[in-house]
């Protein structure tokens, strides 16, 4: 059974600091991995793809993936209260069109 | 340009009623997903459909059927509501890997 597993939190981290968020999955053959952000009572938000071992920024958010190790990380750096939400892992693995969902990570960033 | 959009956004039915849901796909998106997501828990696949065919199915009851239109939107109906369907459903669209959330519909059994 392919299992994504996150801290469910919460994470607390002040304002303008790095928050570090991570994901594990299961399945060695998956080969597509997302970042949605969550805020409360509405739907999830696509922030990062990343396909290939390594870093890949966009903005003030980095998503690394190490496929050896079997995780995906998401750091978002000087992290602004508005970045308070739950922050979801989607892995799909070759052969299946269907990503698999972690139950997600709270954030809260402190002033 | 628009984004996924779902009706309605809220429903409240009662035990044993039956419900459909409706989604419209961006524009130039083919795939259409289905997913249930409770309180605390990530969304859980309900279906997906691609150029009208059925090209998943999670782990969900007979209770749950879909299907999508030519023009590409889609339906979700839910037969024999129990109170553990309470729930927010969420339609994604994709044209290739990346799917983009719907606002939802919560629906709400009593």
């Known amino acids: 059974q392919k299992e994504v597993e996150q801290n469910s939190g919460p994470l607390s981290v002040p304002e303008g600091a790095i928050a570090s968020l991570n994901c594990t999955y299961s399945?060695?053959?998956?080969?597509?991995f997302f970042w949605y952000r969550q805020y409360s009572g509405k739907s999830p938000e696509l922030i990062m793809s990343?396909?290939?071992?390594g870093d890949k920024e966009d903005g003030r958010f980095t998503a690394q993936l190490n496929k050896a190790s079997q995780y995906v990380s998401l750091l978002i750096r000087d992290s602004q209260p508005s970045d308070s939400a739950t922050y979801l892992c989607?892995?799909?693995?070759?052969?299946?069109?269907?990503?698999?969902f972690g139950r997600g990570t709270s954030l809260i960033v402190h002033p | 340009d628009a984004g996924v959009t779902q009706s309605p956004t809220h429903l409240i039915k009662t035990r044993g009623q039956q419900v459909t849901l409706r989604c419209s796909p961006i524009?130039?998106?083919?795939?259409v997903s289905w997913y249930q997501q409770v309180l605390g828990q990530g969304p859980q696949f309900i279906f997906q459909?691609?150029?009208?065919?059925?090209?998943g199915r999670g782990n969900f009851p007979d209770r749950f059927s879909a299907r999508q239109f030519p023009n590409y939107s889609s339906e979700l109906n839910v037969n024999a509501l129990l109170l553990g369907d309470s729930a927010l459903y969420l339609c994604?669209?994709?044209?290739?890997?990346?799917?983009?959330f719907g606002p939802g519909t919560r629906l709400t059994v009593l």
């Open positions: 459909y691609y150029e009208k065919e059925e090209r």
């Open positions: 989607a892995v799909r693995t070759g052969g299946s069109y269907i990503p698999t």
């Open positions: 990343i396909y290939s071992n």
């Open positions: 994604a669209s994709s044209v290739v890997e990346e799917q983009f």
């Open positions: 399945d060695r053959g998956s080969q597509s």
């Open positions: 524009s130039g998106h083919k795939s």
